[in-house]
């Protein structure tokens, strides 16, 4: 039999998702619901002066307008807490209202209810609030010079955290003694994650039971649960539920716990109504927590023969108006940590200043710091082996770690557990074809016209977040394992309840597969339950690639347990000892003698029945587990773009895009094909397109989907995959997570490509987008044109 | 993304449309209403009655006479760019319209719609320019008819009257031994040209062009026209040098528009580039 692991079985929630069956936040609706609307300031750093709610609440339809008043009035905390601490970090408290001063565009300082969502707009714009404006400031690195405009008292010179990882003194004696150093200021761009389906909630707090359950647009609904009761509510937590529907897609920003949902909570606490809340797609744009948008110095040391020797890396990281739940954690434990790349460097430091601006906050986006350390250490690379003539191929193979040195301790304190990084760059340049492309390349640049460009990307990822007690140890409020449960009805079907919180990833198809494959049974007769904090133990959610790494190997073990159990009844009934009954294909028989056999669904039976248990043996058939894992894991791969560069007008065409990725084992190829698929578009997109921009007054000038540029079909090529397998040693499954590789590959291989296409001109690096304009400007200002 | 209040009214005909205008003043005529609806919802728009004429038959359609073809304002995109009669008579319109954002706009948006809206960024009114193509207006007093060159007046703004109807667009079929191109650099967001160039080349018999039209899209508050190019080409022998030459010495853009993504001088570098694609592609066309 075809083992169900590793088969591309389609999605099983494609069916409902696709006919429009699926019920989202925003579907569901009450009795006697209000609707939410939340009036957000225009400015993106005011005092505010008085609001006057009248002419809004004298409008027909409108049930009430509340403000950060109302909120200290009733005595509910109504903040929002940061969840990972750094030494030293400041945290200015974020109110759920603003009622003194306002920090960004779109930070809410008021809310009004109505019958309904027009009517609730419609006195938004009636709400007047007098604002006195103040200076701005939005850069990450000027935020902290002096005269800069002061966000939060607690905050000196706009510091949240100055945070430094790896040997200062080791690093910087070897810099002096390099043969070569390099070094390159990194402009990081800032990115919206712009899920399909906003951030919703609905509310309803039943008075009588001091009860409330919120449905919302979760990635972790038991971590919004805690925040809710520990910090934003105070209501105890076994009196909340959260319930995560169908959820169209976070990219990170569903992780986060945010003041709106906690406003739609708070009212319904207030009227004794279901209170709906659903972001539009502008408000989203100014609400979601952003990503990236980092300001840094980098710099190398190479020896003679082209050995990395040290790097040194700076980095100003925009925290925005406030520190966002796992803000702080993004461009330190997810940033310095992941400098060595797949290469073996003896020293390196990273010193992170984490700074207030009057921006949107910013924190985890798809990748997640990972992709801004690996497009760091790719761009050097590239440099490097520019300044050294040696082919970027070449300065990769000298520095990789080798494969015999494993596990690998870092200079940044992850210790990789396993990889082999010569097998993806060998087939990914055999699959591009790499030295008759260098050949076409070079014919190309004598004939004028368009350039040819050919970037690499060589990268490693940390992912599957990871052991509990070491994230703790790092500053995490959170725990990092995740639950499940194997539940085996007595007719032999199976209902799972996982931790992890799918939004988009098929948890119910590859969760199904890893229960069906273990159990021997059809992936059919497999139910997987999420999002639920009434339904499932417990959950840490759906992030940083770990479901299938955390959350599936929890269903692994969950399922072993199922079978030991079975193994012990089988054994009964067969009237045999455990040791000599073997489980195949769905079968307890004793060794050698398959054709007397108890089927799982017989034994399922028996065990509900328990007319003939074994004696200590309780009744039932299903099991939990806690799995917390021993390490992260470490993806890794080869990307290499292709692309051409029109030198008339600066712009890119891509041509080819070769991936060849290390993800571990693969549960469900389509799926994990898909995934890449997704983080290379998502990549490519920060290379060539996406930007939020602010103007000096702290206007999102990217607000609309009419100037924010999200990657579309046609503006891509067909991608060629292929993997590498180094299962990881420390899981049941040997998966290491896929989400992210995409988005933490894909920038530092275009950008790569289009410096490369550009290497006559003598330009040796560009922020990312690289718009036209920007292409365009600097060959003109190379003064080679 | 919730408009504000507004009336809403379906006309069965032009001539209750008119009414319809006369009768309520600060009304939006709404055919596809891929401009209108998305600013209605920003409430960057908030017209008291929007007229739907969307279902008024007589005003949708591709008709060829005498040389000409009408082309009724309900006309789709899509449908411009399937049109064998378009693609036959006028193929760059129908390379135009294939070029417009995505399917869904394109199989809702109109070209009578794209052409009133007068988004300095849409696709159609270089390419109506470079045509000279005729608008066909009806009001209270009747019909009337205006050329391209005086009916785009500025930046979201026509020569329309608040309670005419823009019923049609004529354009010349293009004759034997012409071609035309038209050449689009796309805004990665928004699918609007950041420039686009409509280039249109009639070769006389012995070759040379005996007359040339090259407008813009994107690069100037309405369609420019670059007569200068086009009157240095006429009766010359379109080498590549000799379209090179025309417009390095006689493209010049004074008022460009810039943003966030594209500033002017940028713009005006893309016209040059893009003009000199379009004329070569157009002459080539017009050579085969």
Same mark, same amino acid.
């Given at each position: 039999?075809?083992?169900?692991?590793?088969?591309?079985?389609?999605?099983?929630?494609?069916?409902?998702?696709?006919?429009?069956?699926?019920?989202?936040?925003?579907?569901?609706?009450?009795?006697?619901?209000?609707?939410?609307?939340?009036?957000?300031?225009?400015?993106?750093?005011?005092?505010?002066?008085?609001?006057?709610?009248?002419?809004?609440?004298?409008?027909?339809?409108?049930? +009430?307008?509340?403000?950060?008043?109302?909120?200290?009035?009733?005595?509910? *905390?109504?903040?929002?807490?940061?969840?990972?601490?750094?030494?030293?970090?400041?945290?200015?408290?974020?109110?759920?209202?603003?009622?003194?001063?306002?920090?960004?565009?779109?930070?809410?300082?008021?809310?009004?209810?109505?019958?309904?969502?027009?009517?609730?707009?419609?006195?938004?714009?009636?709400?007047?609030?007098?604002?006195?404006?103040?200076?701005?400031?939005?850069?990450?690195?000027?935020?902290?010079?002096?005269? +800069?405009?002061?966000?939060?008292?607690?905050?000196?010179?706009?510091?949240?955290?100055?945070?430094?990882? %790896?040997?200062?003194?080791?690093?910087?004696?070897?810099?002096?003694?390099?043969?070569?150093?390099?070094?390159?200021?990194?402009?990081?761009?800032?990115?919206?994650?712009?899920?399909?389906?906003?951030?919703? +909630?609905?509310?309803?707090?039943?008075?009588?039971?001091?009860?409330?359950?919120?449905?919302?647009?979760?990635?972790?609904?038991?971590?919004?649960?805690?925040?809710?009761?520990?910090?934003?509510?105070?209501?105890?937590?076994?009196?909340?539920?959260?319930?995560?529907?169908?959820?169209?897609?976070?990219?990170?920003?569903?992780?986060?716990?945010?003041?709106?949902?906690?406003?739609?909570?708070?009212?319904?606490?207030?009227?004794?109504?279901?209170?709906?809340?659903?972001?539009?797609?502008?408000?989203?744009?100014?609400?979601? +927590?952003?990503?990236?948008?980092?300001?840094?110095?980098?710099?190398?040391?190479?020896?003679?023969?082209?050995?990395?020797?040290?790097?040194?890396?700076?980095?100003?990281?925009?925290?925005?108006?406030?520190?966002?739940?796992?803000?702080?954690?993004?461009?330190?434990?997810?940033?310095?940590?992941?400098?060595?790349?797949?290469?073996?460097?003896?020293?390196?430091?990273?010193?992170?200043?984490?700074?207030?601006?009057?921006?949107?906050?910013?924190?985890?986006?798809?990748?997640?710091?990972?992709?801004?350390?690996?497009?760091?250490?790719?761009?050097?690379?590239?440099?490097?082996?520019?300044?050294?003539?040696?082919?970027?191929?070449?300065?990769?193979?000298?520095?990789?770690?080798?494969?015999?040195?494993?596990?690998?301790?870092?200079?940044?304190?992850?210790?990789?557990?396993?990889?082999?990084?010569?097998?993806?760059?060998?087939?990914?340049?055999?699959?591009?074809?790499?030295?008759?492309?260098?050949?076409?390349?070079?014919?190309?640049?004598?004939?004028?016209?368009?350039?040819?460009?050919?970037?690499?990307?060589?990268?490693?990822?940390?992912?599957?977040?990871? *052991?509990?007690?070491?994230? %703790?140890?790092?500053?995490?409020?959170? %725990?990092?394992?995740?639950?499940?449960?194997?539940?085996?009805? *007595?007719?032999?079907?199976?209902?799972?309840?996982?931790?992890?919180?799918?939004?988009?990833?098929?948890?119910?198809?590859?969760?199904?597969?890893?229960?069906?494959?273990?159990?021997?049974?059809?992936?059919?007769?497999?139910?997987?339950?999420?999002?639920?904090?009434?339904?499932?133990?417990?959950?840490?959610?759906?992030?940083?690639?770990?479901?299938?790494?955390?959350?599936?190997?929890?269903?692994?073990?969950?399922?072993?347990?199922?079978?030991?159990?079975?193994?012990?009844?089988?054994?009964?009934?067969?009237?045999?000892?455990?040791?000599?009954?073997?489980?195949?294909?769905?079968?307890?028989?004793?060794?050698?003698?398959?054709?007397?056999?108890?089927?799982?669904?017989?034994?399922?039976?028996?065990?509900?029945?328990?007319?003939?248990?074994?004696?200590?043996?309780?009744?039932?058939?299903?099991?939990?587990?806690?799995?917390?894992?021993?390490?992260?894991?470490?993806?890794?791969?080869?990307?290499?773009?292709?692309?051409?560069?029109?030198?008339?007008?600066?712009?890119?065409?891509?041509?080819?895009?070769?991936?060849?990725?290390?993800?571990?084992?693969?549960?469900?190829?389509?799926?994990?094909?898909?995934?890449?698929?997704?983080?290379?578009?998502?990549?490519?997109?920060?290379?060539?397109?996406?930007?939020?921009?602010?103007?000096?007054?702290?206007?999102?000038?990217?607000?609309?989907?009419?100037?924010?540029?999200?990657?579309?079909?046609?503006?891509?090529?067909?991608?060629?995959?292929?993997?590498?397998?180094?299962?990881?040693?420390?899981?049941?499954?040997?998966?290491?997570?896929?989400?992210?590789? %995409?988005?933490?590959?894909?920038?530092?291989?275009?950008?790569?490509?289009?410096?490369?296409?550009?290497?006559?001109?003598?330009?040796?690096?560009?922020?990312?987008?690289?718009?036209?304009?920007?292409?365009?400007?600097?060959?003109?200002?190379?003064?080679?044109? | 993304?919730?408009?504000?209040?507004?009336?809403?009214?379906?006309?069965? &005909?032009?001539?209750?449309?008119?009414?319809?205008?006369?009768?309520?003043?600060?009304?939006?005529? $709404?055919?596809?209403?891929?401009? @209108?609806?998305?600013?209605?919802?920003?409430?960057?728009?908030?017209?008291?009655? @929007?007229?739907?004429?969307?279902?008024?038959?007589?005003?949708?359609?591709?008709?060829?006479?005498?040389?000409?073809?009408?082309?009724?304002? @309900?006309?789709?995109?899509?449908?411009?760019?399937?049109?064998?009669?378009?693609?036959?008579? /006028?193929?760059?319109?129908?390379?135009?319209?294939?070029?417009?954002?995505?399917?869904?706009?394109?199989?809702?948006?109109?070209?009578?719609?794209?052409?009133?809206?007068?988004?300095?960024?849409?696709?159609?009114?270089?390419?109506?320019?470079?045509?000279?193509?005729?608008?066909?207006?009806?009001?209270?007093?009747?019909?009337?008819?205006?050329?391209?060159?005086?009916?785009?007046?500025? $930046?979201?703004?026509?020569?329309?009257?608040?309670?005419?109807?823009?019923?049609?667009?004529? @354009?010349?079929?293009?004759?034997?031994?012409?071609?035309? /191109?038209?050449?689009?650099?796309?805004?990665?967001?928004?699918?609007?040209?950041? /420039?686009?160039?409509?280039?249109?080349?009639?070769?006389?018999?012995?070759?040379? /062009?005996?007359?040339?039209?090259?407008?813009?899209?994107?690069?100037?508050?309405?369609?420019?026209?670059?007569?200068?190019?086009?009157?240095?080409?006429?009766?010359?022998?379109?080498?590549?040098? &000799?379209?090179?030459?025309?417009?390095?010495?006689?493209?010049?853009?004074?008022?460009?528009?810039?943003?966030?993504?594209?500033?002017?001088?940028?713009?005006?570098?893309?016209?040059?580039?893009?003009?000199?694609?379009?004329?070569?592609?157009?002459?080539?066309?017009?050579?085969?």
């Amino acid at each position: 039999m075809a083992r169900v692991f590793g088969s591309s079985i389609k999605r099983r929630e494609d069916p409902s998702l696709i006919t429009g069956a699926g019920q989202y936040t925003d579907d569901l609706k009450l009795p006697n619901m209000a609707y939410a609307a939340i009036v957000r300031s225009p400015h993106a750093h005011a005092r505010i002066r008085s609001i006057d709610t009248s002419k809004a609440t004298a409008l027909d339809g409108v049930i +009430a307008v509340f403000t950060g008043e109302d909120i200290k009035k009733s005595g509910t *905390p109504g903040v929002v807490p940061v969840g990972w601490l750094l030494p030293d970090m400041k945290i200015p408290p974020h109110p759920v209202l603003a009622s003194e001063t306002a920090r960004y565009v779109g930070d809410a300082v008021a809310v009004v209810l109505a019958e309904d969502r027009y009517r609730a707009q419609d006195a938004v714009d009636l709400v007047e609030v007098d604002y006195d404006p103040l200076p701005v400031v939005t850069n990450p690195a000027k935020t902290v010079e002096e005269g +800069a405009p002061q966000l939060h008292a607690e905050a000196a010179n706009n510091i949240a955290f100055d945070w430094e990882l %790896g040997d200062k003194t080791k690093t910087d004696e070897a810099f002096p003694k390099a043969a070569h150093v390099l070094k390159v200021n990194i402009r990081n761009n800032r990115l919206i994650p712009q899920a399909i389906e906003p951030r919703a +909630a609905l509310a309803s707090y039943d008075d009588s039971k001091g009860q409330l359950t919120v449905w919302m647009t979760s990635q972790n609904p038991h971590i919004h649960r805690l925040l809710m009761s520990l910090a934003s509510l105070g209501l105890p937590e076994h009196k909340i539920r959260v319930i995560a529907p169908e959820v169209g897609g976070g990219f990170g920003s569903k992780i986060h716990h945010y003041p709106d949902e906690v406003i739609a909570c708070w009212c319904s606490m207030q009227l004794h109504r279901p209170v709906k809340w659903t972001a539009t797609r502008s408000e989203a744009n100014l609400t979601d +927590a952003h990503g990236r948008d980092h300001v840094t110095e980098a710099e190398m040391a190479l020896d003679e023969n082209a050995r990395i020797v040290g790097v040194r890396v700076k980095t100003y990281a925009n925290m925005g108006a406030y520190l966002s739940t796992f803000g702080p954690l993004v461009p330190t434990y997810l940033h310095g940590t992941l400098l060595s790349g797949e290469y073996d460097i003896p020293a390196i430091y990273c010193n992170v200043i984490g700074t207030f601006t009057n921006t949107t906050p910013v924190d985890a986006c798809r990748g997640a710091g990972r992709p801004e350390a690996t497009f760091i250490i790719e761009r050097l690379m590239d440099l490097a082996a520019e300044e050294l003539g040696l082919d970027p191929v070449e300065i990769r193979r000298r520095n990789f770690i080798s494969p015999d040195a494993f596990p690998y301790q870092t200079q940044v304190a992850l210790q990789y557990d396993s990889g082999n990084y010569g097998p993806a760059l060998d087939r990914a340049l055999e699959m591009v074809d790499y030295k008759n492309l260098r050949a076409e390349q070079e014919r190309r640049r004598g004939e004028g016209g368009k350039l040819l460009g050919v970037g690499l990307s060589t990268y490693i990822e940390a992912c599957g977040l990871a *052991p509990s007690a070491v994230v %703790g140890s790092l500053g995490a409020q959170a %725990g990092q394992w995740e639950s499940g449960e194997v539940r085996v009805h *007595p007719t032999g079907t199976v209902t799972v309840y996982t931790g992890s919180s799918a939004h988009g990833q098929g948890h119910h198809t590859t969760f199904a597969q890893i229960v069906a494959d273990r159990l021997g049974i059809d992936p059919d007769n497999v139910e997987v339950i999420h999002g639920d904090t009434d339904k499932v133990p417990f959950g840490w959610g759906t992030y940083g690639s770990r479901s299938a790494a955390v959350g599936g190997s929890a269903i692994a073990v969950s399922t072993d347990k199922v079978i030991e159990k079975g193994r012990q009844i089988a054994a009964h009934l067969l009237e045999a000892s455990e040791e000599d009954v073997v489980f195949e294909e769905g079968k307890f028989f004793v060794r050698g003698a398959p054709d007397k056999s108890q089927t799982l669904n017989d034994i399922a039976l028996q065990a509900h029945l328990a007319h003939n248990l074994p004696p200590g043996v309780e009744p039932g058939l299903s099991a939990t587990s806690f799995y917390d894992p021993a390490n992260f894991t470490f993806p890794f791969g080869t990307h290499i773009a292709v692309l051409e560069v029109d030198p008339e007008t600066g712009e890119v065409k891509l041509l080819r895009y070769v991936a060849v990725d290390d993800v571990g084992n693969v549960i469900n190829p389509m799926i994990v094909d898909g995934q890449i698929h997704g983080g290379i578009a998502h990549g490519i997109a920060q290379a060539l397109w996406e930007e939020a921009i602010y103007d000096g007054n702290g206007q999102l000038l990217t607000g609309e989907l009419l100037d924010y540029a999200v990657p579309k079909p046609h503006m891509l090529v067909s991608f060629e995959l292929d993997r590498t397998v180094t299962p990881c040693p420390h899981n049941p499954l040997g998966v290491k997570g896929v989400g992210e590789t %995409g988005t933490i590959a894909s920038p530092a291989a275009v950008v790569n490509a289009v410096v490369d296409a550009l290497k006559s001109y003598g330009i040796k690096h560009l922020d990312m987008p690289l718009t036209p304009e920007k292409i365009w400007r600097a060959i003109h200002q190379s003064g080679r044109s | 993304m919730y408009p504000a209040k507004f009336e809403y009214y379906r006309a069965n &005909t032009l001539q209750e449309t008119i009414h319809l205008l006369q009768q309520h003043s600060g009304a939006k005529l $709404l055919a596809g209403g891929h401009s @209108l609806i998305p600013i209605m919802k920003l409430r960057l728009a908030q017209p008291p009655v @929007l007229i739907d004429i969307g279902r008024i038959s007589e005003l949708s359609g591709v008709m060829k006479t005498d040389g000409r073809l009408r082309i009724g304002s @309900l006309t789709t995109h899509a449908m411009l760019a399937a049109s064998e009669a378009v693609k036959k008579h /006028c193929p760059i319109l129908a390379e135009a319209a294939a070029q417009i954002a995505d399917p869904a706009v394109r199989n809702k948006g109109t070209i009578g719609g794209n052409l009133a809206h007068a988004d300095p960024g849409s696709d159609l009114p270089a390419v109506t320019l470079a045509l000279d193509g005729v608008i066909h207006i009806t009001g209270p007093e009747g019909d009337r008819q205006v050329n391209a060159s005086d009916f785009f007046l500025d $930046l979201l703004t026509t020569d329309l009257k608040p309670e005419e109807v823009l019923t049609a667009v004529e @354009l010349p079929a293009l004759e034997e031994r012409t071609g035309s /191109c038209y050449l689009k650099f796309e805004h990665p967001a928004s699918g609007y040209a950041v /420039c686009g160039a409509a280039a249109v080349v009639a070769l006389g018999g012995d070759g040379s /062009c005996e007359r040339a039209g090259l407008c813009f899209n994107g690069v100037t508050a309405t369609p420019y026209r670059a007569s200068a190019v086009t009157e240095a080409l006429a009766g010359r022998n379109l080498e590549d040098a &000799t379209i090179d030459q025309a417009v390095t010495e006689h493209l010049s853009i004074d008022d460009p528009m810039g943003d966030t993504y594209a500033s002017g001088p940028y713009r005006v570098e893309l016209a040059k580039v893009y003009s000199k694609r379009a004329l070569k592609k157009a002459r080539d066309r017009a050579r085969s």
